[in-house]
């Protein structure tokens, strides 16, 4: 029964931080639809239940993501399945499970890492649109900042948010000794 009710759970939140992305966050003004909120719950998932659940959550959710969009089916899951493997790779090998500072690097790194291959696969499966290479666009970079900004501290607040309500996350910054 807990198996169900698991699928049920990662199926039931990935349509709502879809509808809620799509819906909502995608028709705010300028600086503030460069939220990804499906990103961000993806880090916020890969801290709290690991990375198979993650995996299987990223997967109900990027195939969402692809019905609803004009890119060729299959670019955001891949995206989102090579950014959660590098984000698990990350955690496991270089990052602790309980940092303040682990938590926004992975954050950082994870977005810069989905952006550029989602914008390279968009890229190449686009071969009959005569547009220009997404590294030189302007629009690429102030987007991708304002991503970062957004995600960044929409973690932090989680991180300090879990800091004063569980005992899970610790706060750890570097000591002198």
């Given at each position: ?24 966050i995608d028709a705010w003004p300028y600086a ?32 969402l993501l692809d019905i609803f969009s004009f ?107």
């Open positions: 029964m807990t198996k169900y009710f698991n699928w049920f759970f990662l199926s039931l939140s990935a349509i709502l931080v879809f509808v809620l992305q799509r819906g909502l503030y639809n460069h939220i990804n909120l499906v990103f961000i719950v993806l880090i916020i998932f890969l801290f709290l239940f690991g990375l198979k659940k993650t995996i299987i959550f990223g997967l109900i959710l990027s195939i890119n060729f089916f299959g670019v955001s899951i891949i995206a989102v399945f090579l950014t959660l493997l590098f984000s698990g790779f990350m955690l496991d090998n270089w990052l602790t499970h309980r940092s303040a500072y682990s938590f926004l690097a992975l954050t950082f790194f994870a977005t810069i890492f989905y952006n550029f291959v989602l914008y390279l696969l968009v890229y190449f499966t686009g071969f009959l649109d005569d547009s220009s290479f997404f590294l030189w666009s302007g629009n690429f970079w102030v987007g991708l900042f304002w991503e970062l900004l957004w995600s960044s501290l929409i973690i932090f607040v989680f991180f300090v948010v879990m800091n004063l309500t569980s005992n899970r996350l610790k706060m750890a910054f570097l000591e002198k000794k």
